[in-house]
């Protein structure tokens, strides 16, 4: 079996035992003589696994139990509606961190529901990060954070400090870095880059922030997935399934602090290759660098291009930047082994040398 460096910003790489395992449980899972995408979701062997999702996310998330765990169909794009619909159902504004292109959009996104939201700090397209404190208006039920900017490559270090609960997309470092849960109020991101196939939102969320009954209708009620432990409706079970799959496999590589510290060892090995050279460029600061999207330039586009052809001859694939800022981007998500990212960076090396 040949399989490539893969080096997409999501969906991405899931490593390859994993994979290998489904693929064997694929028509018959658990001696059941069916494939667990093809039983009900009643059945107890389904409601095995869903309990076993929710009982491992909340010992690998460290989450308190004054945290409802849930489980949302369609990402975090269906969070940046719902997360101001609910939270702000009986009033109140939502402040955003305008850090990159993914805070910019949640703030639009709530907007466009109706809700009262505003820009508490917005870096105005640089590389840069809100000072420790902020200014936030009167009446404010959250403060929403993206604590990893996916295109942009920035990652916020010190989470701001305001005293209402902060909202935080995780998207792209999901369960890996260490969540301050004294500080959150929820905590989202979709779990096609760290935790399984997309389709899927993995929601904490303080229970006493929800309101009993908001006039939402049920899939748009984050109240409704708790009082149902996300079964009110037919769950997306390939996700939840291939999630305790890659749960159990977190478990095995340390949890948190292993997927954080690998994270770490593998942008490392890129960023070592950017600052030794004048022809790779990065212009996020050193300090705020994301361990998992690797964002860098070259010296024009027609290298850039080639740099992405050339890789893709090599099996080193999906390092075309983010349509709206071009460039080069490595992501370095879970899945992704440290081999790949040494590869790359060998390979890197080598590009230089022979178009310098
Ligand atoms: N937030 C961040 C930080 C992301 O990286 C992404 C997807 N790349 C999203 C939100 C949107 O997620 P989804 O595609 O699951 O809606």
Known sequence: MSRVHNFTAGPCTLPTEVLEEVATELTDYAGTGMGLVEMSHRSPVYQELHTRVLQRVREISGA??????????????????????????????????????????????????????????????????????????????????????????????DFPDVDVPLVADMSSEY??????????????????????????????????????????????????????????????????????????????????????KASQEKSSLIYDVIDHSEFYRSSVPAEIRSHTNVVFNLPDENLERKFVGDATNDGLIGLKGHRSVGGIRASLYAGLALESAATLAEWMRAFELNNH
């Open 64 to 157: 308190s139990d004054e945290f409802e765990i849930i489980l949302v169909p369609g990402g975090a794009t269906m969070l940046f509606s719902l997360v101001p619909l609910n939270l702000l159902a009986s009033g109140g504004k939502g402040g955003y961190m305008i850090t990159g292109s993914w805070a910019t959009k949640a703030l639009a996104d709530g907007r466009r529901a109706g809700a009262e939201v505003y820009t508490v700090w917005d870096n105005e397209g640089r590389p840069e990060m809100p000072p420790p404190d902020v200014d936030i208006e009167k009446d404010t039920r959250y403060v929403h954070i993206t604590t990893n900017e996916t295109i942009d490559g920035v990652r916020m270090i």
């Open 175 to 260: 369960l890996a870095r260490h969540i301050p849960w004294e500080r959150m109020g929820l905590v989202y991101g979709g779990v096609q880059k760290n935790l399984a196939p997309a389709g899927l939102a993995l929601v904490f969320v303080r229970r006493d922030l929800l309101d009993d009954e908001p006039l939402l209708a049920s899939a748009t009620n984050l109240g409704w997935y708790v009082a149902n432990r996300s079964l009110g409706n037919t769950p997306p079970m390939f996700q939840t399934y291939l999630l305790d799959k890659m749960l159990a496999w977190l478990e095995r590589k340390g949890g948190i602090a292993g997927l954080e």
